[in-house]
């Protein structure tokens, strides 16, 4: 930050009786009282700041010892319970699942000898060692609940050795229910004795597992309270910290800094005369003289500005008036120009329907060039005040249908449609917004060059939309003589031919005018230079509104 010369090294503190400098350069006496008062006691804005952060450092440093260890007891504790004893508790529950399985299924099969019956107990095997795998290691470091893991086991491996197995091979070779005694003098019923050793082997093991979770528990209780206490003493610790320093910044800093806030409101809310009085602090005050300086900046920008807007206006007018004189000129002329051409066509077709064949072949040659001529000028002259009419007569745009208007444009056309048997092919078009005469144009405009750009094959045009964000986007190809891609610009430029006229008739404002439209209605228009046989042409239309909301 940049400071003034001996204001910005003067007392930061403001102290009563001691006069605001001014925005200008303080004087030797200004200084030698500031270095003064400095020396005295007050202390600059850095330094006040700097004890500040010191203070609030140590009492960080302090605040994240004590809670980090108690937060970490309480982390250790959660942790034991929530990623051990629980866990542990869970897969003890579901090892007492997989062996009352066994038991189920290995009597459901003694009662009933059908194969079936006996799933449950292979099932129960299979649960039983993947419930082993996962408990042992969430056991590890507990003594008593490993024995008591293991006394389970025994008692189970017990199980299966004297009663389980036997009762399945028995019921295997004779193919019969057991419903005595067995081979090996185990009864149904002695079975189901024989298990409830292992349910209170069970028991046991779960009965240690929650005194265990108990005592975690407890502990994660004491240690969320002391994490509690220290928490409210830090946070308590803390509050007076903050009312200290902040009340030695109000004084020191705040108070200078609203009177700074104050001037400078008032010179942003059009006041660029107020002079500023920068206070409290160095730094405060080398922020107030840039301030002052800013507006100063300001104020001079702002004389040019004006003088600049008065100007630019002035030119804005001209061109307006120069524009409408233009497209005055352009309406008028092409309206002057109509009469006298449509006499000059008329004589023409008169010499040309009176003398045919009475005079010599030149004769006849040139009154045909002059009729010609009379008819493209005629052409030209209608196309012309077609273009200039696009944008600047605006009607009321509303929703049109384009299926309705290409409908409309293909019928429009349809003794040229039947002279080259074309065919067109058209999907779903939707309803835009837009001005029915004008689009009715465009899609006029491109089947009329499919028509007369055609190859040797009948013309075949295909219509195609999507939607593209918050645009339609439009296909409209055909399969004619196609355009080079070094053409995809200079075709939309007005009066620019890619043909001789006496093999392609036209005034060469077709795509000219067809841009126009697009871009007057917001949309744009380019040729797809990827296609190498027909041309295609790619145009957007913005989508309604109530489309958009569909489409989101």
């Known amino acids: 930050m940049r400071r003034s010369d001996g204001a910005a090294r003067s007392s930061g503190l403001a102290r009563p009786g001691l006069a605001r400098p001014g925005p200008g350069r303080p004087t030797a006496s200004e200084r030698a009282s500031g270095m003064a008062a400095r020396f005295s006691g007050g202390w600059p804005f850095g330094r006040i700041i700097g004890v500040g952060l010191l203070i609030v450092g140590l009492f960080s440093l302090l605040a994240i010892g004590v809670g980090g260890t108690a937060l970490a007891a309480l982390t250790t504790a959660r ?200 206070g409290g602090p160095a730094e405060m005050r080398a922020v107030g003289l840039d301030v002052n300086r800013m507006r100063e900046r300001i104020l001079a920008e702002l004389s040019a500005v004006q003088a600049a807007n008065a100007s630019l206006e002035a030119r804005t007018e001209d061109l307006q008036r120069s524009n409408s004189e233009l497209e005055q000129f352009a309406y008028v002329a092409s309206h002057d120009l109509q009469e006298p051409l449509r006499k000059v066509a008329s004589f023409c077709q008169l010499l040309q329907r009176r003398y045919a064949g009475r005079l010599d072949a030149k004769a006849d040659e040139y009154i045909e060039h002059a009729v010609d001529g009379a008819k493209r000028m005629q052409a030209l002259i209608n196309d012309l005040l077609a273009f200039s009419r696009v944008g600047r007569t605006a009607q009321r745009r509303e929703p049109v249908s384009c299926a309705v208007l290409l409908a409309q444009a293909w019928a429009n056309l349809a003794p040229e449609v039947r002279r080259t048997h074309a065919t067109i092919e058209v999907g779903e078009l939707p309803v835009v917004l837009g001005e029915a005469s004008l689009l009715t144009a465009v899609f006029q405009n491109l089947i009329n060059n499919a028509l007369k750009f055609r190859a040797d094959e009948p013309p075949r045009v295909t219509v195609s939309v999507r939607r593209d964000g918050d645009f339609w986007l439009f296909s409209f190809s055909d399969n004619g003589i196609g355009i080079g891609p070094e053409y995809a610009e200079r075709i939309f430029v007005i009066f620019q031919r890619l043909h001789d006229k006496a093999a392609y008739p036209g005034t060469g404002i077709g795509l000219a005018m067809v841009r126009k439209i697009i871009e007057y209605h917001g949309g744009r228009i380019w040729l797809d230079t990827t296609i190498t046989a027909g041309a295609r042409f790619w145009f957007t239309l913005p989508a309604l509104p109530e489309d958009e909301d569909a489409g989101d």
């Open 79 to 278: 942790e034991r319970l929530v990623n051990t004893l629980d866990p542990a508790a869970f897969h003890a529950s579901q090892l007492e699942v997989e062996l009352l399985n066994q038991e189920t299924g290995v009597r459901g099969y003694a009662l009933s000898a059908q194969l079936p019956f006996l799933q449950p107990y292979n099932d129960g095997l299979a649960g039983q060692r993947k419930e082993v795998a996962t408990l042992r290691p969430l056991l590890a470091g507990m003594p008593e609940a490993q024995a008591d893991l293991n006394q389970v086991l025994r008692r189970a491996a017990s199980w299966r050795v004297t009663y389980a197995l036997p009762t399945i091979n028995q019921v295997k070779t004779t193919g019969k229910p057991v419903t005595g005694p067995s081979a090996t003098g185990l009864s149904v019923n002695q079975g189901k004795v024989d298990f409830d050793q292992i349910r209170a082997a069970l028991a046991r093991l779960q009965h240690n597992l929650a005194v265990q979770r108990k005592q975690a528990a407890g502990t994660l209780r004491d240690a969320a309270s002391v994490l509690q206490v220290t928490l409210i003493v830090i946070a308590v610790a803390l509050l007076a910290t903050v009312l200290v320093l902040g009340f030695g910044l109000w004084r020191s800093a705040i108070l200078p800094l609203r009177r700074l806030a104050s001037d400078a409101r008032q010179v942003a809310e059009g006041d660029f005369e107020h002079q500023m009085e920068p």
